[in-house]
């Protein structure tokens, strides 16, 4: 066995439930601290989960897991180049919570039992139960990333996570090649996007 | 050697824009190449029959051949032709306008790049690629927003905005598809409507959505605003007739005409209040267009093939009515050092006479008021209206008159002599004040004045375009 396929076996051994409670705990470091090396390392480790959800989707294609999660990494080397050029232009990095924790802690949990709900409830066209709790949840932390917050980067991970809950359903009712390949352009042009505004913010 | 239509169509515009991200440096080849690129492939789909070949040099185009990318089929149909026309006809146009506002920018490459993306999207035959493509031309379009300075607030809105409408879209299309499996089930059908209704509200800057188009308008370069409110929201119309078309029972619904009345409606009552009581230009060209984009739904919903001809004139009225207002809101910027509220512009007529000159003529013409081919359009729309339902006339003629409020209290201000004020209630200094507008600026002002009045004097060169549009979507009776 090759070390790439011993590799993506071990991803895909993965369980769907521990990634999804991945997905909810870097979501939650993204969303409640005010550092930003650790919301892109937390962006970072969310995008291998991601990719574990994929390997659900892609069971005869794991590469095309890793592409997801490769391009996610891509997208977070731009956004940290573009943070560290923010920070160099003034902003030092230190460690401390956001300024409106109790709201945030608050507003999470609400969300995170109405996406474990609707994901009970509601059934999505050929997504397993618990890979639907995994898409809810990421479209639950778009929502938050992007009502609660004004910087370019978080409010751009926020629409990333949007693209992965999307890209994560429909590449379950069509997993064909072209709407894949799409979806990561979207991703790839959305991460430059988001990178040149980050930057922008600090030029203007 | 042959080129099938869609490759040439596509390929030659991001082969072009790859050439110019290299000469940006030299603003006079970007902006001529750029424009001679985008230009050129209008007039290639205006005078090259559908079924004709071009030759050159060994090279033979051939317009209808397909092109196959990986199962999917690419081709440029009858009634794509008149959508790439729009798309490139009026890049070619803002390539030119925007010349002497952003030198070594972005703008060229990217706009180019994005104008072949838009084409590509009418090309494909399924209308979930067609969706992703605008996106992706979308997103590109935010790279220039910003480059002449200014908070990146509006650049980040679009971007979250149109992200936002890609779920609904491409859904749709899997709920469309279940349907033509299963047509009993009217629930697929009605939730198709709903999210595609959310996805294009969001597209287009309807109530509640409209806080991009404020945004962008008051952040960004107004060249690429522009480029922004013509290529980018005709695509997004053209997108929403292809649904239609793809899928006709769409527009069969009963509640169709009274949701895009309703919707219409919305967002010209809106957008005329909210542009009267503005403060600042930008703001106000932000609104007088979500007013227009409540026009152009309002013709939608009357679902007749009539309205869609009307819809297709606003649409053709607007890069006219948009360029002459860029062109005044860039230059009475550049004389208060970036900044378009009435306190700073007050007597800013006496030291840039042709921007403001500019900016009103483009206002009236935006506002739907004579002369102007806006004029004919819109009062085509009252008088369509008012036939079905009076009042509604009413409330589109009373919008319409809002908007023109903004720009009157807006010229009262440019028109104000300033008077002598204490230091501490000085406007902020200009950076660089200038005395001078640029000769080649006033040059492009005085001929899109010309041709501005000219099409409000004679608006059937424009309407039969429009009517030959609307002939072939083919929804409506």
């Known amino acids: ?204 | 050697m042959t080129i099938a239509g869609p490759l040439f169509v596509l390929g030659v515009p991001l082969a072009v824009a790859a050439v110019l991200q290299i000469l940006r440096r030299w603003t006079i080849i970007s902006v001529f190449l750029a424009a001679l690129t985008a230009a050129g492939m209008g007039v290639l789909l205006t005078l090259l029959p559908l079924g004709g070949v071009w030759t050159f040099r060994g090279l033979t185009v051939e317009l209808a051949r397909p092109l196959v990318v990986m199962g999917r089929v690419v081709q440029i149909e009858a009634a794509d032709i008149f959508v790439l026309r729009y798309i490139f006809f009026t890049a070619a146009a803002l390539f030119l306008l925007a010349w002497r506002f952003l030198p070594h920018s972005n703008f060229f490459p990217v706009g180019l790049a994005a104008a072949a993306l838009f084409s590509g999207a009418f090309m494909v035959e399924q209308v979930v690629y067609t969706a992703l493509l605008v996106v992706m031309g979308a997103i590109l379009t935010v790279f220039p927003l910003h480059e002449s300075g200014g908070a990146a607030k509006g650049g980040l809105r679009y971007l979250v905005y149109t992200v936002l409408a890609l779920p609904g879209l491409m859904v749709t299309q899997l709920l469309l598809d279940l349907f033509m499996v299963f047509p009993n089930d009217q629930g697929l059908l009605n939730t198709a409507t709903v999210l595609l209704g959310v996805s294009f509200a969001i597209l287009f800057g309807a109530v509640p959505f409209q806080s991009w188009l404020s945004a962008v308008s008051s952040d960004g370069s107004p060249p690429v605003v522009t480029y922004l409110f013509t290529v980018n929201t005709g695509t997004v119309w053209f997108l929403l007739l292809a649904y239609f078309r793809n899928y006709p029972w769409l527009s069969q619904q009963a509640a169709f005409g009274t949701l895009f009345t309703t919707l219409g409606l919305v967002m010209m009552v809106t957008g005329g209040v909210l542009a009267a009581a503005q403060q600042r230009l930008g703001r106000l060209v932000g609104y007088a267009t979500l007013v227009d984009n409540g026009a152009m739904l309002l013709a939608l919903g009357t679902g007749r093939m009539e309205g869609l001809a009307l819809a297709a004139l606003l649409l053709l009225a607007r890069p006219f009515s948009l360029g002459l207002m860029t062109l005044g809101l860039q230059g009475l910027r550049q004389l208060t050092g970036g900044l378009d509220d009435h306190l700073a512009l007050e007597g800013a007529a006496f030291r840039a006479p042709w921007s403001t000159m500019a900016f009103l003529v483009g206002g009236i013409a935006l506002a739907g008021f004579p002369l102007s081919l806006g004029f004919a359009a819109r009062w085509g729309l009252y008088r369509i209206t008012a036939m079905t339902n009076f009042a509604n006339a009413m409330v589109a003629l009373g919008s319409a008159a809002a908007v023109m409020l903004g720009i009157v209290i807006s010229m009262r201000v440019l028109l104000t002599r300033p008077v002598a004020r204490p230091a501490s209630e000085a406007p902020p200094p200009a950076s660089a004040p200038i005395l001078k507008e640029d000769r080649l600026v006033v040059v492009l002002i005085v001929a899109l004045l010309l041709v501005t009045l000219a099409l409000g004097f004679f608006p059937r060169v424009a309407s039969n375009l429009a009517v030959e549009m609307a002939q072939w979507y083919t929804f409506f009776p």
Request: contains cysteine; hydrophobic residues 60%; aromatic residues 12%.
């Open chain 1, 1 to 204: 066995m090759t070390p790439f396929a011993v590799w993506l076996d071990r991803i895909s051994g993965v369980t769907t439930t521990t990634a999804v409670w991945g997905l909810f705990l870097s979501g939650a470091v993204i969303y409640f601290i005010v550092e930003w090396r650790l919301r892109v390392l937390a962006l970072f480790a969310q995008y291998l989960f991601i990719g574990v959800l994929f390997t659900r989707v892609f069971v005869d294609r794991p590469e095309m897991s890793l592409l997801k999660v490769l391009v996610g990494w891509l997208v977070c080397g731009a956004l940290f180049l573009s943070v560290r050029i923010r920070q160099t232009a003034g902003e030092r990095p230190h460690f401390h919570w956001a300024a409106d924790l109790p709201f945030r802690i608050l507003s999470l949990v609400m969300m995170t039992v109405v996406a474990y709900l609707a994901s009970q409830r509601y059934t999505l066209p050929f997504v397993p139960q618990d890979l639907a709790l995994g898409c809810i949840l990421l479209a639950v932390f778009a929502l938050l990333f992007i009502g609660a917050e004004e910087d370019a980067g978080v409010v751009g991970v926020g629409v990333l996570n949007l693209l992965a809950a999307l890209d994560l359903f429909y590449s379950a009712q069509d997993p064909g090649l072209v709407v894949t390949g799409m979806l990561i352009m979207v991703n790839l042009l959305v991460g430059l996007a988001i990178s040149y505004l980050t930057v922008a913010e600090v030029r203007t």
